[in-house]
C-alpha cells in the first residue's frame, strides 16, 4: 500500500497545472542604460513554490525558452526570466559603451531580479504570499550558463590567471546549467580577444549543479571538441551531475523554443529528457526529495535506447 501511495503522490506531483504569467515586469535599473524587463511565470495554485532564475542565450529575451519555462512553472516552480542587454529586442549595437561589461551587466540582472522579488512576486495575480524565497535556484544556457554559474561560485580569471570578484549569492542554493562553455585555455585566438570573461574557475562552484553538454556541440568559440562544455563538470567540487547527451549540438534538441531556425538537431524527444531530468534535480536539491531524481538516473541508466549517460560526483 505505501508503494501504492508513493507512485500516486509522484503521478500528482508529474501532472502540470494551469500557468500564469506576466510581462513585461520592470524593474529600476539605474546605471544600467535601460530598466530590466522580467517575465514571471508561476503555477495557479500551491504554496511554497520554490523559485528558479533563468539566464537565456545571448541574443534571446524574457520570451525565450518555453520549453522550459513554461515546463517548470506547469510543475511547481517560480520561473524568472529578465532580458539582458544583449537581447535583439533592444538593439543594442555592438559599439555601444556599456557592451564589453555586458556580461557584468548580465550578473547585476539576476541579483536584481533576486532584490526585486517583491515587485516580481505582487506582479502575478495571486502570486502574492505563496514564493518560498529560501529555495532558490539558477539556470541558463550558454552564455546564460556562464552568467547563472557565478551565482553559484565560479568566478572569472584575472589577466594574470587568478580568480576575479566571489560573485556568488547565498540566496540561490543550486543551479541547472546547459551548454555551458568550457576553461579559457581553449579558446580559439578570436575568443580569447573579443571575450576575455570567457575564462572561468569553477573550483569555488561549490553549490549542487546539474551541468547538460552535448556530444556534438562543436562551439567556434573553442580549439577542443564538445568535450570542452563537460569541463564544469570535472573541474569543479562534488556535488555535481553531468547529463550528456547523445546527437545533441549547442541547442541541445530545441530548448530556446519550439521550430526556432537556428536549432540544428531538433528533437522533442531530447528536449523531454530534459525537462524530465531537470525537474527531477531541482525537486531533489531545493526540497530535499531524493526518490523522484534517483529515480530518473536508474531509468536513464537502465534505458538500453537512452538518450544520453548522467555522471556524478
Known sequence: MADSNTANAQQIADAPTTVVSARPVVLSA?????????????????????????????????????????HWAAHGFVV???????????????????????????????TRALDGLDVLEAAVPGLAGRLDRDRIAVAGHSWGAQTASTLLGARVLDSDGTPGEDMSDPRVT??????????????????????????PSFTTMTAPALIVAGDRDQSHLSTRGPDWFTDPYTHSPVNKSLLTLFGAEHSLGGIPGHQVTETTDESPERVALIQHLTTSFLRSA???????????????????DALGKLLSK
Do not use: C
Open 80 to 110: 524568472i526570466q529578465p532580458t539582458h542587454l544583449d537581447s535583439r529586442t533592444l538593439g543594442i549595437p555592438a559599439e555601444d559603451p556599456r557592451t564589453p561589461r555586458i556580461w557584468r551587466f548580465r550578473i547585476e540582472d539576476l
Open 174 to 199: 543550486a543551479g541547472v546549467l546547459l551548454a555551458l562553455t568550457g576553461l579559457g585555455d581553449d579558446l580559439t585566438p578570436f575568443a580569447a580577444e573579443h571575450f576575455p570573461f570567457m575564462k
Open 30 to 70: 539605474p546605471g544600467r542604460g535601460e530598466d530590466l524587463q522580467v517575465r514571471v511565470s508561476a503555477p495557479a495554485t500551491g504554496s511554497n513554490l520554490p523559485v528558479i532564475l533563468f539566464s537565456h542565450g545571448f541574443g534571446w529575451s524574457m520570451d525565450g525558452y518555453a520549453p522550459l519555462a513554461d
Open 286 to 304: 531545493l526540497h530535499g526529495e531524493d526518490t523522484g531524481w534517483k529515480a530518473a538516473a536508474t531509468a536513464l541508466e537502465g534505458d538500453p
